[in-house]
């Protein structure tokens, strides 16, 4: 007994050994951020703001790779089935809680197949409309949708994304059903919502702070519960009548599970680092939006959000009744 007992703790020895010199050398080459939607939108642009500053820290470059569709599924479960290693990490919004629902055959299970490094930003979103859109203030576009429900399109990136999410419940909540034109993303969208294919949308700052300023899109609401700094005069739909209307979309990055604590936690050393830097909050800033502090910026934290939000959405899917199989 006492020799397998020393043989097990020379075992436990040596691979704690190996785990620390290898987070110790940690990154030695370069890292693939997935993003799990399409360049351009709004979790896009999160990504690439902390994956410059935190290829600086970490001596190596983050390379940004967009592998969007189904919801964000396919990305998350790219990086899934990745080796543990701490080269290939995801940066995923909202919907690696609201996928454990809608997702009835999902591949993956988020609570159970990921690593934690961090939240990266709680970012607030907007219904807007394009700019010749007929109403002119938020109860007036509520009026208008009630009214023409059937001829209204509100674009979305496709079920499970946060815009999708967004509209549902706005839907919802005014008792309205519009036609909803899914892309591939909210770039693509915004970009049909700028050219007049389609009518409204719900997204985020992130995507549509420079419009709504630059007046290349109409806004009505914001979905927090306060208004945004950086868009004083634009009401928020709670004050604008619909009590409860609370919709943000939070982010984070994951590793694979098995990848070693240590270079998690290197991870979300680097990304409080990248957070704290005064260019990230500034371009954050500008998008409506804050990094998210030195204590939410870590693996617990991510945990306990994601193990809060999971039971949070399913109630709000299972009312709906929407799912994506």
């Known amino acids: 007994m006492e020799i397998c007992k020393t043989i097990l703790s020379l075992a436990v020895g040596t691979v704690l050994a190996v785990s620390g010199a290898f987070a110790q050398s940690y990154p030695e080459r370069q890292i693939n951020m997935v993003v799990p939607f399409s360049a351009g939108g709004p979790t896009d642009t ?13 001596g190596q470059k983050i390379m940004v790779e967009n592998v969007g569709g189904a919801g964000g599924t396919l990305g998350a479960g790219k990086v899934a089935t990745a080796e543990a290693d701490g080269y290939t990490v995801l940066l995923h919004n909202i919907g690696m809680a609201t996928s454990a629902t809608l997702y009835r055959e999902l591949a993956y299970e988020p609570l159970k197949a990921f690593e934690y490094v961090g939240l990266v930003t709680d970012v607030p979103m907007t219904i807007v409309a394009r700019k010749d859109f007929a109403p002119t203030d938020f109860k007036a576009l509520v009026d208008h949708l009630k009214a023409n429900a059937a001829t209204i399109t509100m674009a979305d990136a496709g079920i499970g994304g946060a815009s999708h999410l967004c509209g549902m ?50 806004a009505y609401a914001v979905t927090m519960p306060d208004r945004l700094k950086i868009l004083p005069d634009l009401p ?13 979309v939070w982010h984070g990055i994951y590793t694979p599970k098995g990848t070693p604590a240590a270079v998690n936690e290197r991870l979300a050393a680097s990304l409080q680092k990248a957070l704290a830097d005064p260019d990230v909050a ?21 945990q306990a959000k994601l193990e809060s939000e999971i039971p949070r959405w399913k109630a709000v899917i299972d009312k709906a009744g929407v799912y994506a199989d």
């Open 46 to 58: 999160v990504a690439r703001l902390i994956a410059e500053k935190m290829s600086a820290d970490l």
């Open 169 to 218: 419940m706005l839907m919802s909540a005014i008792e309205a059903q519009l036609t909803t034109v899914p892309y591939k993303g909210t770039g693509p969208a915004m970009t049909d919502l700028l050219g007049g294919q389609v009518d409204i949308m719900c997204d985020q700052t992130t995507n549509t702070t420079e419009q709504i300023k630059a007046g290349t899109i109409k």
């Open 236 to 248: 928020t739909a709670m004050e604008s009548g619909l009590a409860d209307f609370n919709v943000s």
């Open 282 to 302: 500034a371009n954050f800033a500008k998008l409506g939006t804050a990094p998210s502090s030195a204590t939410d910026a870590t693996p617990a934290a991510l």
